[in-house]
Nanobody
Framework: QVQLVESGGGLVQAGGSLRLSCAASGSIFRISVMGWYRQAPGKQRDLVASMTSIGSTNYADSVKGRFTISRDNAKNTVYLQMNSLKPEDTAVYYC??????????WGQGTQVTVSS
């Protein structure tokens, strides 16, 4: 059974940076598409960034140039480096895994709060 565990959230001032981490159990990480999503109160969960198994990336327009997704297959971990944070980035951030073997795996979420 694949499990995802996020870490790295917290409270930061506008303009600051945070790095989120998501560690995956199991052996399918390296063939999986990994994504970061976020959900603000009263809003739907939206894609922030994703990375395929061969390193292709996709970003939401609102975070392009500020956020960077990366992965370390040796550590079964995906990262989200968030720079120049804005109050509107405040949300619970979720890690997501999809692979040819299993789909729709979510982590428990980590809170990111950006103060103005």
């Amino acid at each position: 059974q694949v499990q995802l565990v996020e870490s790295g959230g917290g409270l930061v001032q506008a303009g600051g940076s945070l790095r989120l981490s998501c560690a995956a159990s199991g052996s399918i990480f390296r063939i999986s598409v990994m994504g970061w999503y976020r959900q603000a109160p009263g809003k739907q969960r939206d894609l922030v960034a994703s990375m395929t198994s061969i390193g292709s990336t996709n970003y939401a327009d609102s975070v392009k140039g500020r956020f960077t997704i990366s992965r370390d297959n040796a550590k079964n971990t995906v990262y989200l480096q968030m720079n120049s944070l804005k109050p509107e980035d405040t949300a619970v951030y979720y890690c997501n895994l999809n692979s040819p073997v299993v789909r729709g795996i979510w982590g428990q979420g980590t809170q990111v709060t950006v103060s103005s």
